[in-house]
């Protein structure tokens, strides 16, 4: 791999340092080259320490025009949402280690008829489902992914990496794998992921083992099988992930020309995503790239809501479920390995938790896809929430309001088929819209299409 031909020093220094620390407090610091998903002290979750001194050697403004003048170029790796905050995610990787596929740098769109049918004109949604496995667990792939090839080039013990999945972790770890040529072993709960999140691990090489049970069932079992540390875990208790992760926020925060937003909806499950969110605002604050957080809300499904139980008991405990089946399987998660660093990212923000029931979320998303989305479960599970925070009062008019859409609902598309065949249960599919089969003949078709346009004109008055 060839040099980086910017001005930057790549592995300068000043900028090594960064460290694996105990999110709880414990004392000690740990390589992030070092097999280690938890704290070896209290056994509790890790978080990336980022030195600040150093990164304060430069101010915000050289800060902000440094990323400006990587994003979307070709310049390895700069190019990447992830890479293009190196100095920020994980500068000790060296060129050669960095698996990247150009990720992030998704689109931020105005939702112009969505916002003002919905009374909130200053409306964007964050499609990070335009990236390259179609969802936002990219992002976190590719710094996991690099540290284990780092790691593997050092002569690590690893040989391979596995993850549990509710079905986009494992696509994106089998896809930042396969380009890397490290073996993935992915184990899915049986039954329980959509067609298209199945076959992308298969077409990328991986093992698939479908486990007769549920995600967290599968959590169990690969945990005990990566405990002698020739497996690599990529689930989301792995800190790591959160690094690439928390890239969305600062992205978000460049593309509004390094304003702030006033609110920022995000469907969770196991909360590495809002964790994320914050960490990357934190780390704007502390470099004093921005001087408020935007609120953060987390959207939860009703069937998976364990999130939303502990906010409405003020987080005096946390909250496990057994996950109830939702369409937005993603989440179907009752026990979330990152609750308190999402209690913190609600807390820090004032946030809020809401969730939605298979109603709400199914019709929100077919809703917004009236407007020229194609919103994934969860993408409609955030936008259920937000309806309902306008409702409330809580989103105003004037607030200028993100929602972050997850995945790309094309990778749901037997959710997509059964809510416009109306065959989704308990659900009335109020904006189903079945094709129309029609002998081949002008005057039937034309009358078919008046009678349509018609329909459409009364709708629109
Ligand atoms: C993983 C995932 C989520 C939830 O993210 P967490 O970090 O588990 O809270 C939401 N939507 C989609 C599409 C996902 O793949
Ligand atoms: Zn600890």
Known sequence: MSAPTTAEP??????????????????????????????????????????????????????????DSRSSTTTWPYGSGVWGLREWVIPELRDENIVSMCEGNTNLFWADRLGQQLGVPDLWIKLCGNSHTGSFKDLGMTVLVSVVKQMMARG????????????????????????????AIIFLPAGKVSTAQLIQPVANGARVLALDTDFDGCMKIVQEVTADQSIYLANSMNSLRIEGQKT????IIRQFDWEVPDWIVIPVGNLGNISALHKGFRLMMDLGLITRMPRLVAAQAQSANPFYRAFQAGFSNKVSVTA?????????????????????????????VEQASEEELTEAAARADLTGMMCCPHTGVALAVLQKLIQRGEI??????????????????????GYHQKTLQQIACRHANPPVYLPADASAVRDNIDQWLDGQAQRQS
């Not at 969305?248 to 992205?251: F, K, L, N, Y």
């Not at 749901?412 to 088929?417: L, N, S």
């Open 10 to 67: 790549a592995q300068s220094k000043e900028q090594s340092g960064t460290q694996f620390r105990c999110f709880g407090g414990c004392p000690g610091r740990h390589s992030v080259f070092e097999v280690l998903y938890t704290c070896p002290t209290c056994g509790g979750l890790l978080e990336v320490e980022h030195p600040l001194e150093p990164l304060r050697q430069r101010n915000p403004y050289k800060w902000q025009s440094l990323f």
């Open 248 to 251: 969305v926020g600062i992205e």
């Open 324 to 352: 109830q089946d939702t369409l937005a399987n993603a989440i179907r998660i009752g026990d979330p390995v990152s609750y308190q660093k999402a209690v913190l990212a609600i807390q820090e923000s004032d946030g809020i």
């Open 396 to 417: 105003q008019r004037h607030h200028r309001t993100v929602v972050i859409s997850t995945a790309h609902g094309l990778k749901f598309t037997d959710f997509k088929v």
């Open 156 to 183: 690590s013990s690893v040989r391979a990496v596995a993850c549990a999945s509710t079905g986009d972790t494992s696509a994106a770890l089998a896809a930042y794998a396969a380009y890397a040529g490290i073996p």
